[in-house]
Structure formats: C-alpha cells, structure tokens
C-alpha cells in the first residue's frame, strides 16, 4: 500500500482539462512544499513533470500545472492530448521515510 | 546533462545479496547539493524508496525501515558511481530497480529530478 493515495485512473477527451489528486498526511504532503509529479511510460523511468509543488522542469508542456491546498496535491492537465497517455505518479518528501509515492494513476485519452 | 548509467545482473537466486551500481556523467558523486537514490518499483508495492547516500563535507547514508537491516549504499569516488547492496534477499525482492538522484536546495526547493533506466532484477532459484 503506498503512502500517498491517487485515484486508479482518470479519462478525458481531446483538448480536455483532467486533475488528478494526490492525497498525504501532515508527514509529507501537507508539512512540505516538496511534492513532485512524475510521468511514466510503460518500460521506462519515471519522467519529472513537476515540482516543488507547482513549478515546471524546462521542456515540460505548460499545459501542466500543479497546485496544493492542506494535505492533498494537484496535477492538472489542460488541453488534453494522445501523447500524454501515461501512468502519473506523485512523490513527497517526508519527514519519515524521506521519499514517499501514490500508487499511481493511468489517464486515458478517450 | 546528467545521465545515471545502470549495471548489474537481472537475477538473483533466493537468500543471496543483490548488487547493483550506477555510474553518473555529467555531474559528482561528491556534489554538496544532491543526494543518490535507491528506488524501486513493483505492481506489489509500487513506487518504494530504499535509502541515498550524499557528500556534505563528509559521507551520509540513510535507509528505509523497510530494508534498514539488509541494505548498503556506498559512493565511489573513483570512478564516479554509487552502488547499491541488498543482502538477504527474497521473491519479494523482484522489482525494477531505479538510481535516482535528488536535488537539495532547501527550503527552495527540494526533488528527484534524475532517473536511471532500471534494472529489473528477478530473485528466483
């Protein structure tokens, strides 16, 4: 069971928004402006897409966009398109186990 | 651009140690800003960080309670690489095995930002 809870799956259509959230506890999420999204395609590495919360690494569509109220984080997609099919995952860091995970949401382009 | 390059054997045989070792270009072992990870991931357990060590003047290690006793993370200088240590090991233990590196710059900001390819390792007889 991972620490930081994301719902299974998310589905929109093209051109869309989609928010996917990342739920955690005083330990992380709501003790820390250090939550991340990552993006992953199947076979390969986790890809950084956010972080810090709400800031964006160089290359990163700005249709991505991240944001945080209490213990529950945010990653929003806007303008959905094919290529962003993928599972995403959010991280935290954590004043327990340092890095902590959600077990990940497969979003779907319909 | 930093890389993380991935090395090791895929399969390991039940109650043996896991050794794998991850050599960095494009950035030191040694840089007082970052940290090298260990992170792996499972349909079982999913995303799960092992430990990381890192250089603030002298070496710091630290490890998930998870895997505290079995676990060694060491830097190596040398040839620019950080290796990990798994003793024990179970099926459990079968994952895709990540290096990772974190960058520090607290309190501004704080994050993974690097990843290996992985390695998935199977721990079978």
């Known amino acids: 069971q991972s620490a930081l809870t994301q719902p299974p799956s998310v589905s929109g259509s093209p051109g869309q928004s989609i928010t996917i959230s990342c739920t955690g506890t005083?330990?992380?999420?709501?003790?820390?402006?250090?939550v991340s999204w990552y993006q992953q395609d199947p076979g390969k590495a986790p890809k950084l897409m956010i972080y810090?919360?709400?800031k964006r690494p160089s290359g990163v569509s700005n249709r991505f966009s991240g944001s945080k109220s209490g213990n529950t984080a945010s990653l929003t997609i806007s303008g959905l398109q094919a290529e962003d099919e993928a599972e995403y995952y959010c991280?935290?860091?954590?004043?327990?186990?340092?890095?902590?995970f959600g077990g990940g949401t497969k979003v779907t382009v319909l | 651009q930093v890389e993380l390059q991935q090395s090791g054997p895929g399969l390991v045989k039940p109650s043996q140690t896991l050794s794998l070792t991850c050599a960095i270009s494009?950035?030191?072992?040694?840089?007082?800003?970052?940290?090298w990870n260990w992170i792996r991931q499972s349909p079982a357990r999913g995303l799960e960080w092992l430990g990381r060590?890192?250089?603030?003047?002298?070496?710091?290690?630290e490890y998930a309670e998870s895997v505290k006793s079995r676990i060694t993370i060491k830097p190596d200088t040398s040839k620019n690489q950080f290796s990990l240590q798994l003793k024990s090991v179970t099926p459990e233990d079968t994952a895709v095995y990540y290096c990772?590196?974190?960058?520090?710059?607290?309190?501004?900001?704080?994050?993974?930002?690097?990843w290996g390819k992985g390695t998935t390792v199977t721990v079978s007889s």
């Open positions: 990772a590196r974190d960058n520090d710059q607290q309190p501004v900001s704080y994050y993974v930002d690097v």
């Open positions: 494009g950035d030191s072992v040694s840089t007082n800003t970052v940290a």
């Open positions: 060590t890192w250089f603030r003047s002298k070496w710091y290690n």
């Open positions: 005083s330990s992380d999420v709501d003790g820390y402006n250090y």
């Open positions: 810090d919360v709400t």
């Open positions: 991280s935290s860091y954590s004043s327990i186990s340092t890095w902590v």
